[in-house]
């Protein structure tokens, strides 16, 4: 259990679906992440929401569209992808930088593995 | 801007043996956190260790310590006693902790590959 729970694991799914990933955290946190992680490429940070508010888009194609309706959940919308958005998609939640002392960690999430074909 | 890098893209160590995991950092801000993440094939980020830039002593978590050399703006990652279980990808990250960001942007290294051999 890490806390932070992404659904589905694994999607296959065609260039003209559209489907959602959806992640879910009861830490407490009040920032939530979208990561995406392709083969022998670094992490690359897709979106920011903190406090419900997205306050970071990272220059990220219109086909994936966030979603976080409160601060237990976040969502990624894909519609029209591409054969190279196939990877493994991490969510993250954090807790404001200035609470408290000691670990100011991100919690993963387990990933979804999305093929594009 | 923060930058981590961690330059070895693979490492090798046999089992029941130390291995250094590298990682070095830039940054302007003077409070920031460094954190160690494991990344095993299946996919999921495991938090490892964390050491505050105003900490005097180094972090340790069970066989994990993490060599903090402040000056050099280095953070590596000493794993004692290397088991067949820890080959897996390993992540060196930076959070900002003072100005910036309200949230405290994550920063992560290339990562390195380490393969334990029995």
């Known amino acids: 259990e890490t806390g932070v729970t992404q659904t589905p694991r694994h999607l296959v799914m065609g260039m003209t679906n559209k489907k959602s990933l959806k992640c879910e955290q009861h830490?407490?946190?009040?920032?939530m992440y979208w990561y995406k992680q392709s083969a022998k490429k670094p992490l690359e940070l897709m979106f920011v929401y903190s406090l419900e508010e997205r306050v970071e888009n990272n220059s990220v194609p219109s086909r994936f569209s966030p979603e976080c309706p409160n601060s237990s959940h976040l969502f990624l919308h894909l519609h029209t992808l591409q054969p190279e958005d196939s990877a493994l998609y991490l969510c993250?939640?954090?807790?404001?930088?200035?609470?408290?002392?000691?670990?100011?960690?991100?919690?993963f999430g387990s990933g979804t593995r999305l093929t594009v074909v | 801007a923060q930058k981590i890098t961690q330059t070895q893209p693979g490492m090798f160590v046999q089992e029941k043996e130390a291995v250094t995991l590298d990682c070095t950092y830039d940054?302007?801000?003077?409070?920031?956190?460094l954190f160690w993440y494991k990344q095993p094939s299946s996919g999921e980020m495991i938090f490892l260790i964390y050491q505050g830039s105003y900490d005097q002593q180094n972090a340790t978590e069970g066989r994990y310590s993490l060599n903090f050399q402040k000056a050099r703006k280095s953070a590596n990652l000493v794993i004692s006693a290397s088991q067949l279980g820890d080959s897996a990808m390993y992540f060196c990250?930076?959070?900002?902790?003072?100005?910036?960001?309200?949230?405290?942007?994550?920063?992560f290294g290339q990562g390195t590959i380490l393969t334990v051999h029995p």
């Open positions: 990250a930076m959070r900002e902790l003072a100005g910036g960001t309200s949230y405290g942007k994550l920063t």
């Open positions: 940054t302007s801000d003077p409070s920031y956190g």
């Open positions: 830490l407490g946190h009040n920032a």
């Open positions: 993250a939640s954090s807790r404001d930088k200035d609470v408290g002392a000691g670990n100011y960690g991100y919690t």
